[in-house]
């Protein structure tokens, strides 16, 4: 790995010699890692990314996206850190190594390790980062974004596609499809009430706005000694959508008593509080921005978000783990369980949750 580092340090240009390098364990598709270069006696860090073209098709259109979106956000972070990506002496911001790796180099901006999700105020910071970052992009132009993974959140064709699979499977010696019944059961109850919101999308029924598409709380960096939100990370997934879901998204993660991969599902629940602090945060600073109609469906969202997160997992844990990361075999089937639990919660819960939006 050294070695495959090097070259890409020396096509990015970067002065001095790499010294140490770790890896940054930090989502399920790309490999990251924070690389130390010297030079001069001092040290700088950086952080490297192997980007999957397994599941990025297209990975030179997302670093036009990247580019077009970081350029626009550039003189709005004030005095806050931005993401800054490097440029090829051929002045790319992108390289392949020798076995045709896909390659980005970023500023490593130092901060917190993903703090802890109980804190009320890193939660309500994060939701302010997130509705911060929507912000920042609502007078951007999205046409001219490329669609980096086509209905990537059309929860009707996630679903549609996994019913697919496990009807195709269903007569082949394929056991995950019987350890996957179960599961396969409750999503389809589930199917009508999840579909809704990305069907009144496609039907131009809502505002098409600018959005993460991947708003994790890992994504935020907070700054170390003020723990107050630096920055937003991960705009791989930048891309038009529906600004419930980047809320949802959000929500379904930190919100979370447990692990998104928490196998004892007995952890597994939606909590309130937390949900709460998210969405004042949140929709403290989106408010103004949005319609009736997208503030009365944050919870529809988060439920069906949560439903299609299910099915993503489930369908790759069918379809052999071929798209998420996984360490253990069933690592698909535990998270696709666990995310199901966490919807039927939000579902049980939805009424009280919806009185609390109602309350901002
Ligand atoms: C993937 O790799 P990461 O953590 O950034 C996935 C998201 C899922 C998430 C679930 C491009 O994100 O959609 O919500 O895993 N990203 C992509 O943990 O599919
Ligand atoms: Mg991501």
Not at 220 to 246: A, H, I, K, N, Q
Request: glycine share 6%.
């Amino acid at each position: 790995m050294q070695e495959t580092l090097r070259e890409i340090g020396r096509r990015f240009r970067l002065p001095g010699t790499l010294s140490t390098y770790e890896v940054i364990k930090n989502g399920n598709i790309n490999r990251t890692y924070k690389v130390t270069c010297t030079h001069d006696g001092g040290t700088k860090s950086y952080v490297f990314q192997n980007v999957n073209t397994n599941v990025f098709r297209h990975p030179e259109e997302i670093m036009e996206n990247i580019d077009r979106v970081t350029t626009h956000i550039r003189n709005k972070c004030g005095d806050r850190p931005c993401l800054h990506f490097h440029h090829t002496d051929t002045g790319e911001n992108y390289a392949y190594d020798r076995d045709g790796g896909f390659w980005r180099v970023m500023n490593f901006i130092d901060s917190a390790a993903a703090p802890s999700c109980g804190d009320r105020g890193i939660l309500r910071g994060t939701g302010e980062a997130f509705g911060e970052f929507q912000l920042q992009l609502a007078d951007f132009d999205g046409s001219v974004l490329h669609e980096t993974i086509p209905d990537f959140h059309n929860t009707r064709k996630r679903m549609d596609t996994l019913f697919a699979h496990a009807a195709g499977y269903a007569d082949t010696r394929n056991t995950r499809i019987f350890e996957s019944a179960p599961v396969l059961s409750r999503l389809r109850m589930y199917y009508k009430e999840a579909c809704v919101l990305s069907d009144r999308y496609a039907a131009g029924e809502f505002p098409i706005r600018v959005t993460h598409n991947d708003t994790k709380a890992n994504n935020v960096l907070f700054d170390r000694e003020t723990l107050r939100p630096l920055t937003v990370v991960d705009l791989d997934t930048v891309m038009p959508g529906m600004t419930m879901y980047d809320f949802g998204d959000a929500v379904r993660y930190l919100a979370n008593t447990a692990a998104e991969d928490e196998p004892d599902l007995s952890k597994v629940s939606f909590d309130e509080e937390r949900f709460t602090a998210f969405a004042e945060g949140f929709i403290g600073k989106v408010r103004d921005s949005l319609t009736r109609d997208e503030l009365d469906n944050m919870v529809r969202g988060t439920f069906s978000i949560t439903v299609e997160l299910a099915s993503r997992f489930l369908d790759d844990y069918l379809s052999g783990d071929v798209y998420f990361r996984v360490d253990y075999p069933e690592h698909n089937l535990v998270r696709a369980r666990n995310q199901l639990r966490l919807a039927e919660d939000i579902f049980a819960k939805s009424a009280g949750l919806q009185r609390i939006v109602a309350g901002l």
